[in-house]
């Protein structure tokens, strides 16, 4: 592709004699090259270029089609991300608030059109990677938080790493099952001007692994009341 790109040569057999064939910028497979002479008794010798497969980018004609990954604090917060092309690296803006799956047009970035002027344009589909602590469900972030059995049974405040590098206190109310659902509002996924959806937190309560023959006493009383 990148030979397709810049244009290049090849020396090719013709019945014992080694020809050298100019292959022109934007050669697509199908192209045809005419060779004047070149051929058996005098005649014109037409060269008909294949191009291999790219390991990055996929050809649509004059266009080319690439993924990108990004994560998922860029896609939410936006960014600015270095992408590859066949001219070399530009900087590809990702607004905040961008789903996976977005295709970025990158004008004039595409292959050069076959003895023609101009060149098509790339195509970037962005990819956000899996985040180890939020989801994204729409305009929501998602997150889980193990509660401490005692927390969950007398309410806490706590202090929770946002998706920006930020804390947040959120006050655990009492619970009243064992998962339940927080809705911190504005604290997700950008949805225009300067709107947010909501971060909602679910709530787990962690069973301790292991009692102290303190805490065994306390839970016994808790069972004696019928709790």
Known sequence: LEEAFHGTSRIVDIEGRRLEVTIPR????????????????????????????????????????????????????????????????????VPAGTQNGRVFRLKGQGMPRFKGDGAGDLYVKVHVKPHATFRREGYNLVMNLPVKLTDALLGATVTVATLDGKTLEVKIPVMKRAEELLRVRGKGVPS?????????????????????????KAVEELKSEGL
Do not use: M
Request: charged letters at 30%.
């Open 26 to 93: 934007g050669a697509n497979t199908g192209s045809r090259i005419r060779l004047t002479g070149k051929g058996p008794d005098g005649r014109d010798l037409i060269v008909v270029t294949r191009l291999k497969p790219h390991r990055v980018f996929t050809r649509r004609g004059d266009d080319l089609e690439r993924a990108v990954p990004i994560t998922l604090r860029e896609a939410l917060l936006g960014s600015e991300i270095p992408v590859g092309t066949l001219k070399g690296r530009v900087l590809l803006k």
């Open 192 to 216: 225009g001007g300067s709107s947010h959806g909501d971060l909602i937190i679910r709530l787990e309560t962690a069973l301790p692994q292991k009692l102290s023959s303190k805490a065994k």
